[in-house]
C-alpha cells in the first residue's frame, strides 16, 4: 500500500514552481511531507491531518484531500536549496493513532538550476 | 526542535559479524520509534515497530532473527544486524514518535551508513 507519487523527477530553473502529488488507494488519516538531501536523512516539512487541511511555510504549502486520498505539495519561485528528493508519507485509517507507522511513496526528485 | 540522534554515523564491518546501531531521542520520550532502511536512489523501507517494553514489530519479509530490536527505554532503541553479509550493506535510519500529548509529527535520526565488507 505504498503512496504513488508524480512525478517521479522534476527539473526547474530557480523562481519557477512545481507540484508534487502523493496518491493512496487506501483511506487516510494524515500525510507527512519530508525532503532529504543525497546521503542525508529526511527532513520533515509539515504534517496535513484533516481533509482539506492546507498549510505552508515561507514558499512551500501542502495541502490534503481526503475524499479524493490525495496530497499536493506546492513550491513556488523554487530556490537552489529547495533541490533533494521529496516523500510523502502516509498514514492509514485503519492504523488509528496508536500504531503510527509511516509508509513512504518513491520519491520525487527535484533539481534546482540556477 | 526535537531531535533524534543515531549512533554511528558509519561503520564498516567483515562479513559475518553483528553491528548495532543505537537511535537515541535527546529532548522527548518516545515509547515507539521505528526503523528503515534506504537503498540508494530508493524509498525509504520499513523493517520495524520498536516498542518500548515490548517485542519490536516487524514488516513482512524482514528477518526478526537477523535484525534484533531492543527498545530498552523511553529513549533508546537499538538495531543490531547479525551476521552481516554485503547484501546488507545500506543506509538505516530510525525515527521516533515524541510521546507528549497531541504529538504526530515523526523526528528522524541522522541515519547510519553500514558497509559489509
Known amino acids: 500500500q505504498q503512496p504513488v507519487q508524480s512525478p517521479q523527477a522534476v527539473i526547474l530553473r530557480e523562481g519557477e514552481d512545481a507540484v508534487i502529488n502523493c496518491s493512496s488507494s487506501?483511506?487516510?488519516?494524515?500525510v507527512h511531507w519530508y525532503r532529504q538531501k543525497h546521503g542525508e536523512a529526511p527532513v520533515f516539512l509539515m504534517i496535513?491531518?484533516?481533509?482539506?487541511e492546507q498549510k505552508g511555510h515561507e514558499k512551500i504549502s501542502a495541502s490534503f484531500n481526503e475524499k479524493k486520498q490525495q496530497s499536493s505539495l506546492y513550491l513556488t519561485a523554487s530556490q537552489l536549496s529547495y533541490s533533494g528528493t521529496y516523500f510523502c508519507?502516509?498514514?492509514?485509517?485503519?492504523?488509528?493513532?496508536?500504531?503510527?507507522?509511516?509508509?513512504f511513496g518513491k520519491g520525487t526528485l527535484l533539481t534546482v538550476n540556477p | 526542535g526535537a531531535v533524534v540522534s543515531q549512533h554511528p554515523s558509519w561503520v564498516i564491518c567483515k562479513s559475518g559479524t553483528s553491528v548495532k546501531i543505537e537511535c537515541r531521542s535527546l529532548d522527548f520520550q518516545a515509547t515507539t520509534m521505528f526503523w528503515y532502511r534506504q537503498f540508494p536512489k530508493q524509498s525509504l523501507m520499513l523493517m520495524a515497530t520498536s516498542n518500548e517494553g515490548s517485542k519490536a514489530t516487524y514488516e513482512q519479509g524482514v528477518e526478526k532473527d537477523k535484525f534484533l530490536i531492543n527498545h530498552a527505554s523511553l529513549t533508546l532503541s537499538t538495531l543490531t544486524v547479525t551476521s552481516a553479509h554485503p547484501e546488507d550493506s545500506s543506509f538505516y535510519i530510525c525515527?521516533?514518535?515524541?510521546?507528549?500529548?497531541?504529538?504526530?509529527?515523526?523526528?528522524f535520526g541522522e541515519g547510519s551508513w553500514l558497509t559489509v565488507v
Open positions: 525515527s521516533a514518535l515524541p510521546d507528549r500529548a497531541g504529538g504526530n509529527t515523526i523526528y
Open positions: 508519507g502516509t498514514h492509514r485509517l485503519s492504523s488509528g493513532g496508536s500504531n503510527y507507522k509511516l509508509t
Open positions: 487506501k483511506a487516510l488519516y494524515s
Open positions: 496535513l491531518l484533516k481533509g482539506g
